[in-house]
T-cell receptor
Framework: DAGVIQSPRHEVTEMGQEVTLRCKPI?????LFWYRQTMMRGLELLIY????????DSGMPEDRFSAKMPNASFSTLKIQPSEPRDSAVYFC????????????FGSGTRLTVV | AQSVTQLDSQVPVFEEAPVELRCNYS??????LFWYVQYPNQGLQLLLK??????LVKGINGFEAEFNKSQTSFHLRKPSVHISDTAEYFC????????????FGKGTRLSVIA
């Protein structure tokens, strides 16, 4: 398996633009998680899905953030409009059996909003 | 709710010296425990996990951790570190029933000095 695949690896955008981050989880995993990592705040859980259904989005910072999982093999995290304070590394992770064996993380998307 | 405390934010150590990274957790129910490593500009990678059985768990790259239920600890150790072990290390906990996600500690930055 190729692992959790995120795209793009790097994204530089101007303030106010829409940004879409993509994630392909490991086949057979039924849970998917979006995290944000910054120096100031560390690793933050934004939202997670079980069987493609959003379970908890309390970590999504503002209404500018939205996430979807239209099927078991694809998820997106969208920021519209983007702001400089959204600059961070965004990770996607997937798991099965509710994560009791741990999560597998993607390599992340480094987002810079200028 | 469960929580994780990593007692040291930074640990400098000389090459070939032993190291211990400390992790304490709190939970009113049984948990599974994990250590993850994050190398610069990469995602988190699972080092080892404790699910049940022997309290001494061996992981990749020569690391091991010991689960101590009475102390609610899960400290990570390596008898002799290498320059390549320089990274951020995260302890994480999940309850072994229910549907709550992994809870991560804030991380410990291990710096190995030549």
């Amino acid at each position: 398996d190729a692992g959790v695949i995120q795209s793009p690896r790097h994204e530089v955008t101007e303030m106010g633009q829409e940004v879409t981050l993509r994630c392909k989880p490991i086949s057979g995993h039924n849970s998917l998680f979006w995290y944000r990592q910054t120096m100031m705040r560390g690793l933050e859980l934004l939202i997670y899905f079980n069987n493609n259904v959003p379970i908890d989005d309390s970590g999504m910072p503002e209404d500018r953030f939205s996430a979807k999982m239209p099927n078991a093999s694809f998820s997106t995290l969208k920021i519209q409009p983007s702001e400089p304070r959204d600059s961070a590394v965004y990770f996607c992770a997937s798991s099965y059996l509710r994560g009791r064996y741990g999560y597998t993380f993607g390599s992340g998307t480094r987002l810079t909003v200028v | 709710a469960q929580s994780v405390t990593q007692l040291d934010s930074q640990v400098p150590v000389f090459e070939e010296a032993p190291v211990e990274l400390r992790c304490n957790y709190s939970s009113s129910v049984s948990v599974y425990l994990f250590w993850y490593v994050q190398y610069p500009n990469q995602g988190l990678q699972l080092l080892l996990k404790y699910l049940s059985g022997s309290t001494l768990v061996k992981g990749i790259n020569g690391f091991e951790a010991e689960f101590n239920k009475s102390q609610t600890s899960f400290h990570l150790r390596k008898p002799s570190v290498h320059i390549s072990d320089t990274a951020e290390y995260f302890c994480a906990v999940i309850v072994n029933s229910g549907n709550t996600p992994l809870v991560f500690g804030k991380g410990t930055r291990l710096s190995v000095i030549a």
